[in-house]
């Protein structure tokens, strides 16, 4: 089972909680042990980049890994799934495991500038730093993990709210896309919370969203234009221009299921 797949749970979890059966309840809870076990069967207590998992009844272990995949690269797709359980839940036992799971990335993954992904985790000794932090570390893994780890129970309800550090400024020649609260009410981001009567706001927005071929441009308003250069991955990946007068950048936009309300 590849690391990556730790999304699920997550995702199950928000079924659930939008209405959904409570097979995807209990499914998500199953899946997100087996996550949390990939991590704690290992001596650094990081998971591997891959698991397997043992179906002989003379194999000496449950969950092993092949030399080959015994590499952590800061993935954050547990850690998503984990904050969702904690965010939707209260439940401190979630914020416990996310509290080791950090010990072990500050133990192991921690350099004099930051962080690096390790190529071994099976050996405390021997981790093989590999002098390489993936973007996701800072803009998913960890602040994931800060969220879990530092807000307390209550103060993060909603896993679809806005957690910007800073004020979001929406133009007002949008007028169809604004709304009658103010930016702060909308974006407060100590406050967390998504506003019910907001969620009509957001609705009107994605009305507006306009389906295109690749390398096509689209100009949403006046002042925002888009072009998708790639979208074709198992993770749904797209690489998008962005123009909102008058700057415009280039980057990769990763839209895992868990990601669907965000975007």
Same mark, same amino acid.
């Given at each position: ?12 979890? !928000? ?8 097979? $995807?309840?209990?499914?998500? =809870? @199953?899946l *997100? ?12 207590k ?95 893994? !960890?602040n ?7 807000? $307390?129970?209550?103060?993060? =309800? @909603?896993? *679809? ?24 009410a ?24 306009k ?51 965000s975007?």
């Open positions: 089972m590849d690391h990556l797949t730790c999304y699920l749970p997550g995702a199950l979890l !928000l079924g659930h909680h939008f209405g959904l059966p409570d097979s $995807h309840m209990l499914l998500a =809870r @199953d *997100l042990d087996t996550c949390y076990q990939t991590y704690m069967k290992q001596p650094t990081l998971a591997p980049e891959i698991s397997y998992f043992a179906v002989g009844a003379n194999e000496d272990l449950d969950i092993y890994v092949k030399p080959d995949d015994a590499h952590n690269l800061l993935r954050p797709e547990f850690i998503e799934s984990l904050y969702y359980f904690y965010a939707l839940t209260g439940n401190h036992t979630y914020q416990d495991m996310g509290w080791v799971i950090f010990q072990a990335f500050e133990r192991h993954a921690k350099v004099t500038h930051g962080y690096t992904s390790i190529g071994n985790v099976k050996d405390i000794f021997n981790t093989s730093l590999r002098d390489l932090m993936e973007t996701f570390w800072l803009g998913e893994t !960890l994931d993990l800060e969220r879990i780890t530092v807000t $307390h129970r209550g103060f993060t =309800r @909603d896993p *679809l709210a806005i957690a910007e550090r800073g004020k979001v400024a929406i133009p007002s020649s949008r007028s169809e896309c604004s709304s009658n609260d103010s930016v702060e909308l974006f407060d981001s100590y406050a967390r919370i998504l506003m019910a009567e907001n969620k009509a706001f957001i609705v009107v927005c994605i009305r507006r969203v389906i295109s071929a690749l390398n096509q441009y689209v100009m949403v308003d006046s002042e925002l234009e888009i072009k998708a250069y790639y979208l074709d991955h198992v993770l749904s990946a797209a690489m998008l221009w962005i123009r909102v007068a008058p700057q415009s950048v280039t980057g990769e936009y990763n839209m895992t299921p868990d990601r669907l309300g975007a």
